[in-house]
């Protein structure tokens, strides 16, 4: 089974504060993938990396940043946390190129921004 | 770009009954995939059901199909035999591999409950 995994079920942070959320998974995935979950807004895209060190702007990338130095790991980072970022945060990956086109989702961070 | 609305914010059923979500995307793309994934509460989303734009035939999944139009753009669910276990959230989802990578487009959600 495909496993994600988030590093955080649930994040307290004070406004101004540089956060970072982790996400692995174990399947050798090409693709991995954030979004925010917000009720009434369904989720939207934050960024997606299609290969190691590969990145691109997803919907709504202002206010963040990811890193992905190792295949399994996409670290979505907050540079500096403000009340509107307070959110629940999902990762998820894929096989990509062409490969199934499923998307595996972690449980989710869900983040307060105090 | 790509649309999905899902016009039901919320819906309720009885264990056992049928019950269809439905969704409608916008798009000029003639090769797209369209999902259905499932939320339930405190626990990781799932996919329920995929239909390639292509494929003429409704996707099933044991006691999930769909109803794929795609000239109209429609792309409902239906759930049959409800049970408990299908209390969750639902959300359909576009993607269009060749012109915009894999990238899914969320609808903003149904959530649906069943009912002993």
């Known amino acids: 089974d495909v496993k994600v995994t988030q590093s955080s079920r649930y994040l307290v942070k004070r406004t101004g504060e540089k956060v970072f959320l982790e996400c692995v998974q174990d399947?050798?995935?090409?693709?991995m993938f954030w979004y925010r979950q917000d009720p009434g807004l369904g989720l939207r895209l934050i960024y997606f990396?299609?290969?190691?060190?590969m990145k691109e702007k997803g919907d709504i990338p202002e206010g963040y940043s990811v890193s992905r130095e190792k295949k399994e790991r996409f670290s979505l980072i907050l540079e500096s946390a403000s009340t509107n970022q307070t959110s629940m945060y999902l990762c998820?990956?894929?096989w990509g190129q062409g490969i199934s086109y499923e998307q595996y989702f972690g449980p989710g961070t869900r983040l307060t921004v105090t | 770009a790509q649309t999905v609305t899902q016009s039901q914010p919320e819906m309720s059923v009885q264990e056992a009954e049928t019950v269809t979500l439905s969704c409608t995307y916008d798009?000029?793309?003639?090769?797209?995939?369209l999902f259905w994934y499932k939320q339930p509460p405190s626990r990781q989303m799932i996919l329920v059901i995929r239909?390639?734009?292509?494929?003429?035939q409704n996707a099933t999944e044991n006691r999930f199909s769909v109803n794929f139009q795609k000239a109209a753009k429609s792309f409902s669910l239906k759930i049959s035999d409800s049970q408990l276990g299908d209390t969750a959230m639902y959300f359909c989802?576009?993607?269009?591999?060749?012109?915009?990578?894999?990238?899914?487009?969320f609808g903003k959600g149904m959530k649906l409950t069943v009912n002993p």
């Open positions: 990396s299609y290969d190691v060190k």
């Open positions: 399947m050798d995935h090409e693709n």
């Open positions: 989802a576009f993607m269009n591999p060749p012109g915009g990578s894999e990238k899914l487009v």
């Open positions: 798009t000029s793309e003639s090769n797209y995939y």
């Open positions: 998820a990956s894929s």
């Open positions: 239909q390639e734009a292509y494929k003429q």
